[in-house]
Nanobody, 119 residues
């Protein structure tokens, strides 16, 4: 089974930027879609951004215009550029993938990376 490993989290001041990376141990073209989720303490895990195998993207309303998801099929990596970060973006961010090709159902997960935004 393909494994996902996130990196790039850290502590940043409000208004700053971070770039998260997700490295897959196999071809990401084997997945119908990939995404970034986040979970803050006491909150449910939520989808932040997704990208299909065809390159279509979707974003949570709270991050539209600030976050950008992208993929590098040759390197088997997915990225999320996060700009204009806010304290409410503080959470553990997870990379996820859907083994189903035509209906996106995230069933493969990374271990998560902490993002902390200070005010």
């Amino acid at each position: 089974q393909v494994q996902l490993v996130e990196s790039g989290g850290g502590l940043v001041q409000a208004g700053g930027s971070l770039r998260l990376s997700c490295a897959a141990s196999g071809s990401i073209l084997s997945f119908g879609g990939m995404g970034w989720f986040r979970q803050a303490p006491g909150n449910q895990r939520e989808l932040v951004a997704g990208i299909t195998r065809g390159g279509s993207t979707n974003y949570a309303d709270s991050v539209k215009g600030r976050f950008t998801i992208s993929r590098d099929n040759a390197k088997n990596m997915v990225f999320m550029q996060m700009n204009s970060l806010k304290p409410e973006d503080t959470a553990v961010y997870y990379c996820a993938a859907s083994r189903r090709l035509f209906t996106i159902e995230y069933d493969t997960w990374g271990q998560g990376t902490q993002v902390t935004v200070s005010s």
